[in-house]
């Protein structure tokens, strides 16, 4: 059966015409915040939520009540931690400004961050959002390969430029990516069958020929290591392997999108990639790299960089700046002596053994994937599990959310809910969450 596919940004979001039923004081300011941005205002949840403060895990709502925070992966080191709060505030304090000058804090940020990269990745080059990330990495693809051939994943999200806006999938609501974007589906046992390693590899050859025909070489393979918004795929590790190695020999070049699954949060190692053993052409990264200070980056071979630089010049105003490069050290700090990769892994297991036992109870739950804190959960028809139910994954967000726990969606259809809290989710956290799930299903009477 063919079913809807959900635009991204559709997932979860407040419905406007439902305004009227808000209490008095979200409603006031709904209506304020749609008088500014018209329908570019994008809210979540049946009833939004207005945040007045956060720490750590949870977010502290107007309303004085408390939400454990599962959804958001920019304060990845958690809300307002103390020592990234620092760094920003002492360093504001006393110098920023763009970045054609020496400045401390910078070189040694970069070294620190570079030294987590497979060695003939060399050189980085800051930015401020993952979509300039992805939009430089492109750009530099195109320069080196002369080739302007694009490869994604057929619900990928690369962020909101016009060159990146035309390779995700996911963001259009009418229409569909250009002629030099050919899309996979995600690499899911569904689509590949049990080899999703060799299946995968023949999707992206299918697609290279298909560019060809069009007149269109590859010249990028573009993916999000852990497939967050295609659904959260992370097994079996060294899946992507195969389709890499094609993309490389070919003269193509690997670009990594390590957004959502970078910085320690699949427990194992700091980027995603990692999982798969392969050596990328780049890695774009963003959100998590400055734990809400908005900061991106692109880490690259040197050739790559140099042909790009013979032909145009590279400047960007903030990436990199004082007051960032502070907060992306006081980040790296963080993850190593709080052990956040660690604590991903150990409350990671921990989370999806317990989500896997619940589904063994609830037939609206399904398949349970993912790696450290990325952790994605198929919502099913409990009549029909074969069927997704994105209607129940909005239910559940929604009766979560009454209960003071914040989770969102992901998945062509929006029927995954998609768990990606702040590293330092305890133990105690993952556990409430798996109770209260079981209590928003329903289908048992409360403990
Ligand atoms: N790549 C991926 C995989 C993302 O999830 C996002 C943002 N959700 C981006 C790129 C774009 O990042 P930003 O919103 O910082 O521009």
Not at 48 to 55: I, K, N
Not at 184 to 209: C, L
Not at 220 to 236: C, E, K, L
Not at 301 to 315: A, I, K, T
Request: glycine share 10%.
């Amino acid at each position: 059966m063919s079913r809807p596919t959900q635009q991204i940004l559709a997932l979860n979001a407040f419905e406007p015409g439902s305004a009227k039923g808000l209490p008095d004081d979200v409603r006031a300011l709904v209506e304020r915040r749609k008088a500014s941005f018209g329908p570019a205002s994008v809210l979540f949840y049946k009833e939004p939520l207005h945040v007045v403060e956060a720490s750590g895990t949870f977010l502290y709502a107007a309303d004085g009540k408390r939400y454990l925070d599962l959804y958001n992966n920019v304060p990845s080191v958690g809300h307002c931690h103390p020592k990234v709060v620092e760094a920003i505030a002492h360093q504001a304090a006393r110098l920023n400004c763009h970045t054609r000058y020496l400045f401390d804090g910078l070189h040694e940020y970069a070294e620190r961050l570079l030294s987590h990269f497979p060695a003939s990745l060399s050189n980085v080059a800051f930015t401020c959002t993952g979509s300039e990330s992805n939009d430089l990495a492109l750009r530099m693809a195109r320069v080196s390969t002369g080739n302007p051939g694009v490869i994604v994943t057929e619900t990928a999200y690369h962020g909101n430029t016009t060159a990146v806006t035309e390779i995700s999938p996911s963001s259009y609501k009418k229409g569909a990516p250009p002629a030099y974007v050919e899309t996979i589906p995600a690499p899911d046992p569904a689509h590949y069958g049990a080899d999703v390693s060799t299946g995968f590899a023949q999707a992206v050859k299918k697609a290279m020929t298909a560019l060809e025909s069009r007149g269109h070489r590859l010249g990028a393979f573009v993916a999000d290591s852990i497939f967050s918004s295609d659904g959260v795929y992370a097994d079996p590790p060294g899946f992507l392997k195969a389709a890499i190695d094609l993309v490389q020999k070919n003269g193509a070049l690997f670009i990594a999108d390590e957004v959502q699954p970078g910085f320690a949060r699949t427990g194992t190692a700091m980027w995603g990639f990692a999982r798969h053993g392969v050596v990328p052409d780049m890695v774009t990264m963003g959100k998590p790299m400055g734990n809400g200070f908005p900061m991106g980056g692109v880490v690259t071979r040197p050739d790559l960089l140099s042909r790009f630089c013979d032909e145009f010049g590279y400047f960007n105003t903030f990436g990199g700046n004082p007051v960032a490069s502070a907060a992306g050290l006081a980040v790296l700090d963080v993850i190593a002596e709080e052990g956040l990769m660690e604590n991903a892994l150990a409350v990671g297991a921990h989370l999806m053994s317990r989500l896997k036992d619940l589904g063994t109870l609830c037939p609206q739950l399904g398949k349970v994937r993912g790696s450290g804190l990325y952790i994605g959960l198929d919502i099913v028809d409990r009549n029909d599990p074969a069927n997704p139910s994105p209607a129940t994954a909005t239910d559940l967000i929604n009766g979560l959310r009454e209960r003071q726990i914040l989770i969102g969606a992901a998945g062509p259809f929006g029927h995954v809910l998609k768990v990606r809290p702040p590293l330092c989710l305890t133990i105690n956290d993952a556990d409430h969450f798996v109770d209260t799930l079981d209590r928003v299903l329903g289908d048992r009477p409360a403990s």
